[in-house]
């Protein structure tokens, strides 16, 4: 089974911090997935890689970077964090080709005071 | 570019019973994908069930089956026998057949089975 592992389920951070949320993924997925979950809104995509050093902007990337420095690693940078930026984060990852299903990790419950 | 909608908000449904939730899309691509997740509470989030457009024949899983109607730009999805652990927030989501592989998702439609 596909393996996608985010590196907390919840996070506690304060206004103006850089938080690093981590996700790491056993099945040498090319395509690695940041989201952001908020009730009422569904699932909007942050940004996505399709292989190592390569990222594009999703939906809603103002706020946030990406690193992506090994295959199976997918790193999601808060610069400095607000409050508007309390969410649930979900990193996903597929192979190639659209038809094949993306893959989720846990979730990370983001906090921001 | 293009939109997913699911209507319905939330649902509700008894044990056993039959439930469809409902999704419309818009594109103007003509082959393309379509899927249905399941997230349950404080769970992980998982493939239900997916459509390839270029397929005419509706999609099945066990208890889960589509109703895709590509003029219409419909992709329904009907949960039979109905169970506790069915209860989850739902979304559809499309991803288009060329280029980048990203998914675009519904609102979501939060489903309750009652005992």
């Known amino acids: 089974d596909v393996k996608v592992t985010q590196s907390s389920r919840y996070l506690v951070k304060r206004t103006g911090e850089k938080v690093f949320l981590e996700c790491v993924q056993d099945?040498?997925?090319?395509?690695m997935f940041w989201y952001r979950q908020d009730p009422g809104l569904g699932l909007r995509l942050i940004y996505f890689?399709?292989?190592?050093?390569?990222?594009e902007k999703g939906d809603i990337p103002e706020g946030y970077s990406v690193s992506r420095e090994k295959k199976e690693r997918f790193s999601l940078i808060l610069e400095s964090a607000s409050t508007n930026q309390t969410s649930m984060y979900l990193c996903?990852?597929?192979?190639?080709?659209?038809?094949?299903?993306?893959?989720f990790g846990d979730g990370t419950r983001l906090s921001i005071l | 570019a293009q939109t997913v909608t699911q209507s319905q908000p939330e649902m509700s449904v008894q044990e056993a019973e039959t439930v469809t939730l409902s999704c419309t899309y818009d594109t103007s691509e003509n082959n393309y994908y379509l899927f249905w997740y399941k997230q349950p509470p404080s769970r992980q989030m998982i493939l239900v069930i997916r459509?390839?457009?270029?397929?005419?024949q509706n999609a099945t899983e066990n208890r889960f089956s589509v109703n895709f109607q590509k003029a219409a730009k419909s992709f329904s999805l009907k949960i039979s026998d109905s169970q506790l652990g069915d209860t989850a927030m739902y979304f559809c989501a499309f991803a288009s057949q060329g280029g980048s592989e990203k998914l675009v998702f519904g609102k979501g439609m939060k489903l309750t089975v009652n005992p």
């Open positions: 890689s399709y292989d190592v050093k390569m990222k």
């Open positions: 099945m040498d997925h090319e395509n």
């Open positions: 996903a990852s597929s192979a190639p080709r659209g038809y094949q299903p993306q893959h």
């Open positions: 459509q390839e457009a270029y397929k005419q």
